[in-house]
């Protein structure tokens, strides 16, 4: 949805200088939440990302 749209962007925003990769490890904002996981490095990366709404997985496609 948009609402879904607008917060993952606004993750995205918050990576950190020493692991720009996607997002911050942890996000939230009212009942959305941003969750990275991160493997390896910047010249070796594997991540997932997952945004959850009231605790429940929104869409999974944002996956590597």
Do not use: C, H, Q
């Amino acid at each position: 949805t948009g609402k879904t749209m607008a917060f993952l962007k606004e993750a995205l925003t918050k990576i950190k200088l020493f692991k720009p990769f996607r997002g911050p490890d942890n996000y939230k904002k009212d009942d959305f939440e941003y969750k990275m996981s991160v493997d390896g490095n910047l010249t070796r990366f594997k991540g997932t990302d997952r945004v959850l709404y009231k605790g429940e997985e929104v869409d999974n496609s944002l996956s590597e």
